[in-house]
């Protein structure tokens, strides 16, 4: 099982990245995805959530306050790869993201690193002033 982070970067406040998450070793239509983020000295938080296939076609999707209208998931399941689309980018989004893949949590829970069962390793995003 693997999921591989990439996009990150350094960016100017207001510009935009795009993360991908790539997944393999596992029928990804069965996993609902996670993007969390953690900066320096602070707790792994939940950034968005895409709900899995398996469930219904149509897929929920969630945000964090801090990010909603800002942020975007979305999903290929043709490239097994969901995708965190990041615009207006503030000095307060700077951390390591990770995506995350969870066979179990509905969305009630989509932000609780507990309910996820597989990690990537992160890709660091960088917002200068």
């Known amino acids: 099982v693997q999921l591989v982070e990439s996009g990150g970067g350094l960016v100017q406040a207001g510009g935009s990245l795009r993360l991908s998450c790539a997944a393999s070793g596992f029928t990804f239509d069965d996993y609902a995805i996670g993007w969390f983020r953690q900066g320096p000295g602070t707790e792994r938080e939940g950034v968005s959530y895409?709900?899995?296939?398996?469930?219904?076609?149509?897929?929920?999707?969630y945000y964090s306050g801090s990010v909603k209208g800002r942020f975007t998931i979305t999903s290929d399941n043709a490239k097994n790869t969901v995708y965190l689309q990041m615009n207006s980018l503030k000095p307060e989004d700077t951390a390591v993201y990770y995506c995350?893949?969870?066979?179990?949590?509905?969305?009630?829970?989509?932000?609780?690193?507990?309910?996820?069962?597989?990690w990537g390793q992160g890709t660091q995003v960088t917002v200068s002033s």
């Open positions: 995350a893949a969870s066979a179990i949590t509905r969305g009630s829970s989509w932000d609780e690193p507990d309910e996820y069962d597989y």
């Open positions: 895409i709900s899995r296939t398996s469930d219904s076609s149509d897929r929920s999707t």
